[in-house]
């Protein structure tokens, strides 16, 4: 069974701070790195994406990936309370099953006013 | 971008009725996906569809669970005799065949109740 794994939370940050959400995985043959937000019920959104090791930027997200750790980070910079929701993790199948997204159970953030 | 549609958005059914969901994914995606989500966990993987050949089918999916995809198009979901356990949300998602792990775009969901 491959599994992704976040901490739950939730997380909470004033307004303006970096929150750091992170997420392990345990298929090392994982090529594809997702990062979803999803207010309460709604369905989850895709933000980030991310193929290769190290940091990719998209305003004020930032996702960073370990590949030898097997580690996935997304950073949110300048956090709104709009940025409250859960995040969700996702990684993709190794091998034939490589269209196929496993997802964490996710980090509830809440940003504080 | 008319997005992923699913229909109805929310489902009240009594146990052991038989409900059937829709999902019309975006259309130039060939690869359409059935995830189940109950509250505090992440989407399971229920089924997958690669145009109208259904690949694959997660050992969640008991044989009360059956999905189609006819014509490579809209994808249904049906739940025969229903069962408290089966009250989810049911989230449909398609994705373009561009390689490894192309991202997912999820529709609104159906939401089920099973009294």
């Known amino acids: 069974q491959k599994e992704v794994e976040q901490n739950s939370g939730p997380l909470s940050v004033p307004e303006g701070a970096i929150a750091s959400l992170n997420c392990t995985y345990s298929d090392r043959g994982s090529q594809s790195f997702f990062w979803y937000r999803q207010y309460s019920g709604k369905s989850p959104e895709l933000i980030m994406f991310i193929y290769s090791n190290g940091d990719k930027e998209d305003g004020r997200f930032t996702a960073q990936l370990n590949k030898a750790s097997q580690y996935v980070s997304l950073l949110i910079r300048d956090s709104q309370p709009s940025d409250s929701a859960t995040y969700l993790c996702a990684v993709n199948g190794s091998g034939g099953s490589n269209y196929k997204l496993t997802f964490g159970k996710g980090t509830l953030l809440t940003v504080n006013p | 971008d008319t997005g992923v549609s699913q229909d109805p958005r929310h489902k009240i059914t009594k146990r052991g009725q038989n409900v059937t969901f829709r999902c019309d994914p975006i259309?130039?995606?060939?690869?359409l996906y059935w995830y189940r989500q109950t509250l505090g966990q992440g989407p399971e993987f229920l089924t997958y569809f690669q145009n109208e050949a259904q690949l694959e089918k997660s050992r969640l999916l008991s044989d009360r669970f059956s999905a189609e995809r006819p014509k490579g198009s809209f994808s249904t979901l049906e739940i025969q005799r229903t069962e408290q356990g089966d009250s989810a949300m049911y989230l449909c998602?398609?994705?373009?065949?561009?390689?490894?792990?192309?991202?997912?775009?999820f529709g609104n969901g159906t939401r089920l109740t099973v009294t």
């Open positions: 998602a398609s994705s373009a065949n561009g390689g490894v792990g192309s991202p997912l775009h």
């Open positions: 259309s130039e995606h060939n690869r």
